[in-house]
Nanobody
Framework: QVQVVESGGGLGQPGGSLRLSCAAS????????MGWYRQAPEKQRELVAT???????TYAEFVKGRFTISRDNAKNTVYLQMNSLKPEDTAVYYC?????????WGPGTQVTVSS
């Protein structure tokens, strides 16, 4: 079994920064993919960024140049540094880890961007 817990988030100002963290625990194989997704009210969940245990990164177009994903394999932790925040970044952000074709999700953390 795999457990996923997010931390960080909260209220950010337009143009400001926030940092999210996510720790995974349990049965994790050496290769896995960790990532962040988000869901705004009345919208579908969408990919923000993913990073493999080998360091391969994928970003959604709308966060390129603003958000940075990174991970610490020794801690099974993934981070999302969010800069140049926009009001449209407001959403619940979910951490995901894909292990052996199974997806595990955290409960989500609210990010609100408002002045």
């Amino acid at each position: 079994q795999v457990q996923v817990v997010e931390s960080g988030g909260g209220l950010g100002q337009p143009g400001g920064s926030l940092r999210l963290s996510c720790a995974a625990s349990g049965t994790l194989f050496s290769f896995n993919v960790m990532g962040w997704y988000r869901q705004a009210p009345e919208k579908q969940r969408e990919l923000v960024a993913t990073i493999t245990s080998g360091g391969q990164i994928t970003y959604a177009e709308f966060v390129k140049g603003r958000f940075t994903i990174s991970r610490d394999n020794a801690k099974n932790t993934v981070y999302l540094q969010m800069n140049s925040l926009k009001p449209e970044d407001t959403a619940v952000y979910y951490c995901n880890i894909r292990v052996a074709f199974n997806d595990y999700w955290g409960p989500g953390t609210q990010v609100t961007v408002s002045s």
